[in-house]
């Protein structure tokens, strides 16, 4: 039987019904890591012994009929969730030696619903970048084609689950990192609003804007998963201090009658056709479903790119400051003193897009350009969070594509800092403003799949994700995976 | 948006990062196109808004001031680059014979 077929649910139910057991579904994803991650290069880690102790475990609970939630079910965490004991990267050489001395909030929580950890996905250093190209651990490939890339920062998240060496995975975003790679690998990827998935033991990069959420292969996957990451957590100060939201429940539930907005200034961008083709055939889907589709403005959003790269490059600068070669992480060889040791530290321990982020915060955050640059910008986000207020009185979702083009040939965009940045130009507003956003296949070019994005009002994710299945349960596009 | 030379080193010893000679040319081209970026930014209006701090705007939840932490001191050492005596070690920070 191919288990990797199968969706969460099937899984759960194959090992509630005993057909297999969670030793033989995690043993069957270990193979197909060990016989296809060689080029692929989407795990840092991977956890065999740890798997199979966790998988024999619930299989003992299954038995004695005290079985959990989640019970063996096998799952990739990004490897910026610190997880006790192994190593937890960041994709950093300065932490390629971090064995985390603490969990995770979100690994804990699902590792309580008796979810099974195959290991630590790639990813972008820090979480920053939109290729997985600035991993220390090597770039990670696409499994719909191998020139090109995942996307990032989650592209090992994204990578391993289309290429179903795991059956979901969990991932960040802070700019896109969840959604674009999702989009760029044809898989369902939700970020959820700020705050409702805890923060603790998940490196920071940019604090206001980071945020843990999933990449499944549909949005009932994601939905299971996400609810069980999900709630008040009282280690961290920025969680929303809500019970968990029901997101199953009402994923069947009509959207007739319910209302999209399309971001005019979205539309007004120049766009190429194959994408403006899927988007209007998925909104020919949408309103044959009965949903209302109108136009809404978004008047400040063409200021979401460069209040990003003041806010973000600026909360990096400060959170990276903790590297620093004394009490964990790299140090660099024979200090001549302790300044010798700061510098020379992260000269060598970071690589070129981190320092290039770290310099910039650095300078936005300096004396004389504090004002200009970081105030201005947090005030500017305040603009564009207004706009998604109104337009979220009028309707329900805002639909836009998720990037602005299929994947791109590794090495394409390497050297050009802007160009990279331009991935993220539909996915950021929803970090500045803290809105929920969701990534769901809706389209192929040349044989690359293509994500539209859904964004939410805040704390809407079960409407999101009851748009997404409403979607998908007449669509095939999740459906389709990469020939491997 | 030009800088000198002067003021990227400046700002590499703030964020303690090395920065060589070879590399400045391109960096300081990098770093100026960012930031002719944020530039965009001047066009907007702000007259009228205050800086956001958490999106949804919620106050801080507080709890009881208890001990809550483990300690973790061994496990914490470990991962340190240099330790003697349960203590972080580092290169001599103060001169002088005393």
Known sequence: MDLHKLSLNQQLNGLKEGDFTSTELTSHYLDRISKLDKELNSFITVTEDQALLQAGAADKRYKEKSNLALDGLPIAHKDIFCTKGVLTTCGSKMLSNFEAPYSSTVYEKLDNEGMVMLGKTNMDEFAMGSSNETSYFGPVKNPWDTEYVPGG???????????????????????????QPASLCGLTGIKPTYGRVSRYG????ASSLDQGGVVARSAEDAALILEAMSGHDSKDSTSLKLDKPDLTKG????????????????????????????????????????????????????????????????????????????????????????????????????????????????????????????????????????????????VDVILSPTTPGTSFKSGEKADDPIEMYLQDIFTIPANLAGLPGLSVPCGEYEGLPLGMQLVGNSLEEAKLLQFAHSYQSNTDWHKKMPNI | MALSDQELKEIAYLARINVNEESLTSLKKELEDILGLFEELNEADTSQVSAMSHPLDLSQPTRKDEVTEENLREELLKNAPSVKSGLFLVPKVIDGDN
């Open chain 1, 251 to 394: 994923l069947d539930d009509s959207i007739k009658g319910m209302k999209i907005g399309l971001p005019k200034e979205f539309f007004a961008q120049d766009m190429p056709a194959y994408i403006e083709k899927s988007i209007e055939e998925a909104i020919e889907v949408y309103k044959s479903l009965g949903a209302e589709v109108v136009e809404v403005s978004l008047s400040n959003i063409n200021l979401s790119l460069p209040i990003y790269y003041i806010i973000a490059p600026a909360e990096c600068s400060a959170n990276l400051s903790r590297y620093d070669g004394v009490r964990y992480g790299y140090r660099c060889e024979n200090p001549k003193d302790i300044e010798d040791l700061y510098m020379r530290t992260r000269e060598e321990g970071f690589g070129k897009e981190v320092k290039r982020r770290i310099l910039i915060g650095t300078y936005a955050l300096s004396a004389g350009y504090y004002d200009a640059y970081y105030l201005k910008a947090q005030k500017c986000r305040q603009l564009v969070a207004n706009d998604f207020s109104e337009a979220f009185k009028s």
């Open chain 1, 202 to 205: 998940m490196i920071a990069f």
């Open chain 1, 153 to 179: 920062s989650s592209g090992g998240s994204a990578s391993c689950v289309s290429a179903e060496l795991a059956p979901v995975a969990t991932a960040t975003d802070t700019g896109g990192s969840i959604r």
